[in-house]
């Protein structure tokens, strides 16, 4: 072989043939003219014929050129150039061992390897050697030794494999299969990683080298390194992609997120800093796209490590989070809430209403499509509230609520067992010694498999009926096997109760990492959004590719349904795939029995990936004593002689064309230049503004009169009942009451506003007084959210029954009436007023509250039993009850003419009576504004002096 350059010819002595190019040249030259066309007249012919000599003319010097680059083509073609040749052999007289790392890392640069391998095979073939060729994946067995040609047939077959390399059992085959002969010329097409086995691995090759044979190892530049990917948990709704790479940076690329069809939904750019060998990638995705990701891959890397599978498990749930109370802004620990939103935020997207109306907000989270509503402390839900929840569960919603006082009371129909009145907490009558811990998952539990701390205990819960709550609605208990989550199915969705708040008032459980495990798997347990316009589950990717319910698919082994190929392309199962258990696909290694993939059946799917959150890519480092290349240079010889055959056709081709048109004569007509019309626009013309219409003041709506009316002054409040003779004593009532407030204290009302408790806005009056008729009919659903929302939010209502005098004991004249008024209202434990209620000394030191009528019990939301929760009450609503219940008719008490003179007449006490209904008056109005200011024990000295006098 003689070599010019990167140029070698295999036939050399045919160069020789470029001797006769001068002979061509002067050939070529000697060519006949060009034959001319002659016009034969009819007259004169014998006149204008001429005799001359006609001597050969010469052909045109292009022409000459390109015959002469044709020849000279033929030449080089005959002599068989190759392009990079190979000059080198193997070190060593032995077989050749060609050692194959195909894994999942090396299908990226999989081309490249193929070069070296037909390249290797070449050299072994040119040197007489036989081939051994041993890949290193799991599954792959080892082949030869055979004779070059049949190896380069059988390394055609080689394909990188969806898995990590084996090398350990590599190296015990090829010890026992070779049977310890040495002197092997060893090459090694290493993927450039560890596995930890990479300075072992090369031991053993070292010794089938022995002393005459040689070990080269080849790995990828820096640049070709590998790269992979895996999901981690993003801010928001964001999607974040872990970037690793088997060397070092710089590096840069893009990531993107792909439907399960392969429709491109994002695309995001990553740089790996210089020394780094790790980044993240963001997607800002909106919430309906990010979950029809199926997968994201790193563009231009073509691997199965390079893909990640998604399935339900990552895809983000819109939840909806509502409290039965206000929420803390000022000190958002203190809030129902907190807990909740700081637990699910990592994994899904936590919506929250923008009003306190219970009703409104339900509705609002149902429109935007929530997959899960958390309620905190509600005990009773409208009746229009309840429908709506019930049909978004039968669509495939998930219902979570936490108890609370209110929940105590034994709560609505949404729930999954019945509730037994009071709950149990230490200290009360259903107590404990000491708070309980919680007991280990059951296997039928959504929960098992969870760790459970130590040092998570529970003080006071809510109790499930025995008589109704079964195992299979159990999913966790406490120590002495009471329930502590309870669930029931209701059409396609679940409802699922804690027995404890919220926060942190009867457990610390929601400070735990184990309350952000628990509720993260029951928001999994319904699909990403729900349609209840549509009644179907609205579901991110497609059929087969991710689950409704990850945390239903059984324990027993998931079937393979699509795996990834050593490119990371999914396709059908391999004949040899086989199921993998449910508990083992977060642990497991792929295989050749368990490729990458989805598990499971078409309902409950898993993904199952190569990379995970505990996967480093560790480089192999350079193995002292083995020859290393970084980078795949040995290449195969490229034959040109076929190249140079085609140049010669394409050349011979123009030749012929070149003669004919030679023959023939051409040439160019001058044609005259067609004149161009210019096209002039028209400009456009200004399109006058059309003259401004002169602003007409509109007249404020009667709403806007009535908001400006309330809230400019402070306004005293009343509940329109429709009678007209309630509502005029109710309004002299508390205008009386307004004058004795404005001559007695700070506080200066003015005249008070009856409203309509079915349109009017509450939020302005901090008191409403409401006279229940006796003929009272049920409120309507709007109408009790409204009232439930102002109570929660810090509202103070009086409701004044009137009917003292009428009431016989045991009668429950008066329960009826306010019962079927708001029966449905989510109404607190109520009890009579305590003798050191903030009421009785709030402006004055009392112990009855008379109207016209006296006897009548005073009710005010009941304390609660432990100073702890008391504390979080004095915190939350500032120790003011949200209702007062009340059977003396304080406003025929208050009541006054225009000459100040009373009304009606207070019976029995009379007049000092009637002062007591107005003391009774202030302090009411003072307690919802001040709330448990006169409860401080700084007061106490200035009670006990007026106490004393």
């Known amino acids: 072989m003689m070599s010019l350059g990167a140029i070698g010819f295999l036939h050399p002595w045919m160069l020789l043939g470029l001797a006769a190019l001068p002979a ?78 195909n894994g999942w890392a090396s299908a990226a640069h999989w081309p490249e390897r193929r070069e070296v391998i037909d390249a290797a095979i070449d050299r072994a073939m040119r040197d007489g050697r036989t081939v051994v060729l041993a890949p290193s994946a799991p599954g ?128 995001v750019s990553f740089t790996l800093p210089r020394g780094a060998r790790e980044t993240k990638a963001q997607f800002n995705l909106p919430l309906e796209i990010r979950n029809q990701v199926a997968r994201i891959e790193i563009g231009g890397e073509r691997s199965a490590g390079a893909v990640y599978l998604l399935d339900a498990r990552s895809e983000w749930h819109r939840v909806g989070i509502i409290s ?81 006082p209110r929940l105590e009371q034994g709560g609505d129909e949404l729930l999954p067992v019945a509730l037994r009145r009071g709950g149990r907490s230490l200290g009360g009558s259903l107590s404990w010694s000491t708070p309980q811990p919680l007991a280990a998952f059951e296997p039928s539990s959504p929960f098992r498999g969870l760790a459970v701390p130590d040092d998570v205990k529970v003080n006071r819960q809510v109790l499930a009926d025995p008589t109704v709550a079964t195992e299979s609605q159990v999913w966790a208990r406490l120590a002495d096997g009471t329930p502590l989550v309870t669930a029931s199915r209701n059409g396609e969705g679940w409802i699922v109760l804690f027995h404890v708040t919220a926060n942190s008032d009867w457990s610390n459980l929601p400070l735990s990492g184990l309350f952000v495990e628990m509720l993260r798997r029951t928001v999994n347990m319904g699909p990403s959004k729900v349609d209840v316009s549509s009644g ?44 993998i258990a449910s508990d083992q696909v977060d642990t497991a290694q792929p295989s050749p029995e368990h490729p990458p993939g989805y598990y499971g059946s078409s309902g409950a799917t898993r993904a199952f990936n190569v990379v995970t959150a505990k996967t480093v890519l560790t480089p192999l480092k350079p193995i002292e004593g083995v020859g290393q290349v970084s980078g ?55 399109v006058p503004n059309a003259p401004a219409k002169a602003e007409t003041q509109q007249p404020a709506t009667s709403a806007d009169d009535f908001a400006m009316k309330a809230s400019l002054k402070t306004h005293l409040a009343y509940v329109m009942t429709g009678d007209a003779q309630i509502d005029e004593v109710s309004r002299q009532g508390l205008a009386g009451l307004s004058k004795v407030l404005t001559a007695r204290t700070a506080l200066e009302p003015a005249e008070p506003m009856g409203v309509d408790i079915d349109k009017d806005e509450l939020a302005f009056f901090p008191v409403l007084y409401w006279p229940v008729r006796e003929d009272a009919e049920p409120l309507s659903d709007a109408t009790l959210a409204k009232v439930d929302a102002f109570m929660k939010q810090g509202g103070f209502i009086i409701f004044d029954t009137r009917d003292q005098e009428r009431s016989l004991p045991g009668s429950g004249t008066q329960s009826k009436a306010l019962t079927r008024l708001i029966g449905q209202l989510d109404v607190p434990p109520l009890e009579p007023v305590p003798e050191n209620h903030v009421l009785t000394k709030s402006f004055y030191l009392m112990r009855d509250f008379p109207g016209r009528w006296d006897g009548g019990t005073l009710w005010v939301e009941a304390e609660p039993e432990n100073e702890a929760d008391r504390s979080e009450r004095s915190r939350r609503t500032d120790g003011v009850s949200s209702i007062v219940v009340t059977s003396n008719d304080f406003a025929s008490a208050w009541a006054l003419d225009d000459g100040n003179r009373p009304l009606y007449a207070t019976v029995p006490g009379g007049e000092v009576q009637r002062e007591m209904a107005f003391r009774a008056g202030v302090n009411l109005v003072m307690y919802a504004l001040t709330g448990n200011y006169k409860a401080d024990q700084v007061h106490l000295p200035a009670l006990l002096e007026r106490l004393g006098q």
């Open 24 to 101: 061509i040249w002067w050939l070529l030259r000697l060519t006949p003219p060009t034959p001319q066309h002659v016009v034969f007249p009819p007259t004169r012919l014998l006149k204008d014929l001429k005799s001359t000599e006609e001597t050969p003319a010469h052909s045109p010097w292009w022409l000459t050129a390109l015959r002469m680059l044709l020849a000279a083509l033929i030449v080089f073609a005959l002599a068989r150039p190759v392009l990079n040749p190979d000059r080198e052999s193997f070190a060593g007289t032995g077989p050749l061992l060609l050692v194959v790392d």
């Open 140 to 267: 792959d067995p080892l082949i030869g030794p055979i004779a070059a040609e049949q190896a380069r047939e059988r390394a055609a077959g080689l394909a990188p494999q969806p898995y990590a390399p084996d090398r350990k059992a590599l190296a015990d085959t090829l010890g026992r299969e070779l049977g310890g002969k040495t002197d092997y010329s060893v090459v090694w097409l290493s993927d450039g990683l560890d596995y930890g086995e990479g300075r072992s691995f090369a031991d053993s090759l070292a010794k089938l080298a022995g002393s005459a044979g040689s070990v080269l190892m080849l790995r990828p530049d820096r640049d070709d390194a590998l790269l992979a990917l895996d999901q981690t948990a993003g801010e928001r709704s964001g999607l974040t992609a872990r970037i690793l790479s088997g060397a070092e940076g710089p590096r840069a690329g893009v990531v993107r997120a792909v439907t399960g069809r392969g429709e491109p939904l994002g695309e």
């Open 324 to 404: 039965g109370e206000s929420r803390e802004a000022a000190q958002p620990l203190l809030s129902p809430l907190y807990y909740v939103q700081r637990a699910l935020s990592p994994y899904a997207d936590v919506v929250t209403p923008a009003e306190g109306n219970v009703s409104t907000g339900v509705h609002e989270l149902i429109d935007d499509k929530v997959s899960t509503i958390v309620l905190a402390d509600i005990g009773k839900l409208v009746p229009g509230t309840e429908e709506e929840l019930e049909r978004w569960l039968k669509a495939g919603g998930v219902l979570i609520r936490f108890a609370g």
């Open 536 to 579: 179907d589950q609205a579901q991110a990717g497609t059929a087969g590719a991710k689950s409704a319910s990850p945390n239903l698919v059984s324990a027993s082994a998931l079937p393979p349904i699509q795996t990834l190929d050593g490119y990371g392309q999914l396709g059908s199962p391999p004949a040899r795939a086989a199921p």
């Open 632 to 686: 795949y240079v040995m290449r195969k010889p490229v034959a040109l002689e076929s190249w140079l055959y085609l140049a010669v056709l394409a050349l011979f081709a123009l030749d012929v064309l070149a003669v004919l048109l030679m023959s023939i004569g051409f040439g160019f007509r001058r044609r005259g230049a067609v004149a161009a019309a210019v096209l002039i626009g028209l400009a456009l013309l200004p």
